[in-house]
């Protein structure tokens, strides 16, 4: 929740606490669970290396449990998406395909509804929509859009990840200079998750140039109203 409003200082000292305890849990699957969110702050700052050599050091140590069992497979997945992001907005294309790529791989015997309880809830479906993320943080819209195309947001169990799916969509029309397809994207993820829109500076910052270069085009005009008309909600920036 600190990542996805912009706390990414006050993130980045709960992370550091999570791992502290998830390593005296003793469990690699739950150190595995803390280093991957202190990555994702680790991101956030500027600071892919370090992010990168932290996610793989935590995949390493799932993998040598052997993956016997699907919640180690699950997490082992979940990493190499994670480090494939990663690697896409440090701009490394070749090291962020092969990773997703692994990926799934790795999950394509998981169920497409995990169990509940899971620590990592990952599916075929959630890797292909990191293929979405991927490929438009590595400039190639096009071939985001193909790979969202395939998924429905029925396949996701909960709002964060439907949200999601039509926020990543909206980023690749975006980038492919397609101002409705961008608007009724956006419209899509605030009907599931409002905040996701409203309360992520990434997404205002697109709302924002919408009504500012494209107010007439369809939708853009409502998704304003929504998401523009009482600022940011408090805590957001």
């Not at 979940?78 to 997703?100: F, H, K, N, P, V």
């Not at 620590?119 to 969202?148: C, E, K, M, N």
Request: proline share 5%; charged share 20%.
């Amino acid at each position: 929740m600190l990542v996805k409003i912009g706390r990414y200082d006050q993130a980045r000292l709960t992370a550091d606490r999570a791992g502290l305890y998830a390593d005296l849990s003793g469990s690699p699957l739950v150190s595995a669970a803390a280093a991957r969110e202190l990555a994702i702050v680790l991101r956030h700052q500027n600071q892919t290396d370090t992010a990168q050599r932290l996610i793989l050091r935590a995949a390493s140590a799932v993998e040598a449990t052997g993956l016997h069992t699907q919640a180690q497979a699950a997490a082992y997945a979940q990493l190499l998406c994670t480090t494939s992001y990663t690697a896409a907005r440090a701009g490394r294309r070749d090291e962020a395909l092969s990773m997703i790529e692994d990926a799934a791989r790795a999950a394509r015997d998981l169920p497409a509804v995990p169990p509940a309880g899971r620590l990592f809830a990952i599916t075929p479906a959630s890797v292909q929509l990191y293929q979405v993320g991927v490929h438009w943080a590595l400039g190639d819209a096009g071939a985001a859009i193909r790979a969202g195309g395939q998924l429905r947001p029925e396949q996701f169990t909960t709002a964060e990840r439907k949200g999601r799916l039509h926020t990543d969509m909206a980023r690749a029309w975006w980038q492919w200079g397609k101002p409705e397809q961008t608007a009724q994207s956006l419209l899509a993820a605030f009907r599931v998750t409002p905040a996701e829109v409203r309360d992520r500076p990434s997404m205002r910052t697109i709302v924002e140039e919408l009504n500012r270069a494209h107010a007439q085009s369809p939708g853009v005009r409502d998704l304003g109203r929504l998401v523009l008309a009482d600022g940011p909600r408090a805590g957001a920036r």
